[in-house]
C-alpha cells in the first residue's frame, strides 16, 4: 500500500535532517515514526457504556423516596 502524507514544511525538514543524519530515507523514517506511533485497531468495535444507566439507583437523591413523595403530593399543581 502507497500513501502521501502531506506536513508542515518544518516537520518535513526535521525528518530530512534526522532521516540524513540516520543514513535512511525520509519514506523509511517516516514510516518508522508512523509504525511506533499510530494506535492500534482494535480487532471488535469497544462496546459503549452508556453513562445514565443506574442513574437513578443513588441513595444520597431523593429517588429512593419517590413512592413516599409522590403520596405527599410532590409534583402537583
Avoid at 10 to 16: G, I, N
Amino acid at each position: 500500500m502507497s500513501m502521501t502524507v502531506n506536513v508542515p514544511d518544518d516537520v518535513a525538514r526535521r525528518l530530512e535532517a534526522a532521516a540524513a543524519a540516520r543514513g535512511v530515507t525520509v519514506e523509511e523514517l517516516a514510516a518508522e515514526v508512523l509504525t511506533q506511533n499510530a494506535p492500534a485497531v482494535e480487532a471488535a468495535p469497544r462496546r459503549r457504556r452508556l453513562g445514565f444507566v443506574g442513574i437513578g439507583a443513588s441513595e444520597h437523591g431523593i429517588s429512593h423516596r419517590v413512592d413516599e413523595l409522590l403520596a405527599d403530593g410532590f409534583g402537583r399543581d
